[in-house]
């Protein structure tokens, strides 16, 4: 049996995550992720696929981050007919996720079209990368799976999706190959979760594949910084409630957003903080909270542990989900000290930006990131401690203190990464380090030989590889 391996994105870099499978005219593509950061790497996402999506049989969907599902509705426009395999969390997420992808290109060509229209210059050849009616088109094609389920494909393949802990639905997706010696298996991570989740689980450990495709976010960074990310939430939220300020938290909707909630849960229900609204306003964290109480299969022991014992742990008293606009103008009009978490969580679009206006210039107020900032980004400068930043095209001076919680990440850090290869129990015949930043991918493959010789490949993009089982 022969398996042809082709790296088509989040090769040697961490967004675009796109792998061909194919197996004896079997062809299985593993996410279909949109590149992100940069115009670049955005125009990238509008070339031909390298491969016909009229000859896919299967999709096979790690999870619902943009950076690997983003571009299935123009594979379903080129042709792609499913099924798109994954799980019911991440179905869910992306009914969510892949419309809002969709509206925020429809805004972009908007954008672009009036601006070139001012300037007088042809704005006919401008269109969204893809509409929200396509996004909805491509969500036709889903089918999900539970978790743990082997599920049986053509010719003697099955895919067995287990949890991956990294944001909610996440898997690892184990597949099995039938050969004239036997069933071989290729395990592809997706994105590993860390150990530190308050809410979701630890990432699955699997037996030891034949071949392992694994991510490398941060394979060359250690990010234990010892931080108890909850005790130091009760220290801000009370030292800025005795001053009389808001804490304004950054926060992207879905994963950070419920981690954040499950912790304000036992900081609120301790009586470890005052009493005080807790606003989250932003519509999509909203919807996506709604997903993880449906789902919660993917939550932790501990969260099990509350949730048997009455407790929601995603709901306590002083939590407000604010939907409409009114809502949102009208936490700005309270006095009262307050948590806000809102969206973008780099500060560049969304509600949130309102929330910094209001809250820039109060020497009481804490502007509370829940992790990394990405360079240009006005949460960045703002992390970087600059005095004025533009919002809305006017200047205001940064009065408000301005902290960071670094214990929060839905990835695994490299000892993260090390401790679940470990777990594998043996080395792979086969070992692709896939989705980390060049460096990161490559220092992480001098520790992997360390352990088990020179057996694992940092693939570049549009590499092909050939296994002879
Ligand atoms: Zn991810």
């Known amino acids: 049996m022969s398996l042809k391996i082709s790296f088509l994105g989040a090769a040697r870099e961490v967004t675009g995550s796109c792998h061909l499978l194919e197996v004896e005219g079997t062809r299985i593509l593993l996410d279909c992720g949109m590149y992100q950061g940069g115009s670049e790497r955005h125009e990238r996402n509008r070339q031909p696929f390298a491969f016909d999506p009229t000859q896919i049989d299967y999709c096979l969907l790690s999870h619902a981050h943009i950076d ?64 929200v009616a396509e996004a ?67 990432p699955s450990t699997v037996a030891c594949p034949d071949a392992l495709m694994m991510e490398t976010t941060y394979g060359n960074r250690v990010r234990d910084t010892g931080e108890d990310v909850t005790q130091a939430l009760e220290d801000i939220i009370t030292a800025t409630h005795a001053r009389g300020g808001n804490v304004v938290i950054p926060s992207f909707a879905v994963g950070r957003t419920q981690e954040l909630l499950a912790r304000l849960n036992d900081l609120v229900e301790h009586d470890r903080v005052p009493s005080l609204p807790v606003y989250v306003d932003s519509p999509m964290a909203v919807a996506a909270t709604k ?13 099990h542990a509350l949730i048997g014992a009455g407790d929601d742990p995603l709901t ?68 970087q401690g600059e005095n004025h930043v533009r919002i809305f095209g006017e200047m205001h001076s940064v009065s408000a203190r301005v902290r960071t919680l670094h214990g929060l990440s ?10 679940w290869f470990s777990a594998l129990g043996g080395c792979p015949e086969h070992t692709f380090l896939v989705h980390g930043e060049e460096q990161a991918s490559l220092d992480f493959q001098d520790t992997l030989r360390d352990r088990c010789g020179g057996q694992s490949l940092v693939p570049s993009l549009g590499e092909v590889v050939k296994l002879k089982w």
């Open 136 to 202: 909805e088109e491509a969500l036709t094609l889903f089918e999900s799976v539970p978790y743990d389920q082997r599920v049986p494909l053509k010719n003697g393949l099955a895919v067995t999706f287990r949890d991956a802990g990294h944001i909610l639905g996440s898997s690892i997706v184990d597949l099995e190959l039938p050969s004239s010696r036997g069933i071989h298996r290729f395990v592809f991570t997706g994105d590993l979760g860390g150990t530190n989740a308050r809410l979701l689980h630890d």
């Open 291 to 303: 997903v993880f109480r449906r789902h919660d299969e993917a939550f932790s022991p501990e969260m």
């Open 316 to 383: 306590f008293p002083g939590l407000e989900l604010t939907r409409s606009v009114d809502e949102s103008k009208q936490i700005n009009a309270s006095t009262q000290p307050a948590v806000i978490i809102s969206a973008s969580g780099m500060c560049d679009a969304g509600r949130i930006k309102h929330h910094l206006v209001h809250n820039l210039g109060r020497r009481e107020s804490t502007i509370l990131f829940a992790g990394y900032q990405a360079r240009a980004t006005l949460g960045y400068r703002l992390q």
């Open 410 to 419: 839905a990835h695994a850090d490299r000892e993260g990464l090390l401790n």
């Open 68 to 131: 690997h599902c983003g571009r299935l509705p123009l594979l379903k426009r080129a042709g792609f007919t499913g099924p798109v395999i994954t799980t019911a969390a991440t179905v869910e997420l992306c009914q969510i996720l892949l419309p809002d992808s969709a509206h925020i290109q429809e805004e972009d060509a908007h954008w672009k079209i009036k601006r070139l229209r001012k300037e007088g210059k042809d704005a006919s050849w401008v269109q969204p990368l893809y509409t």
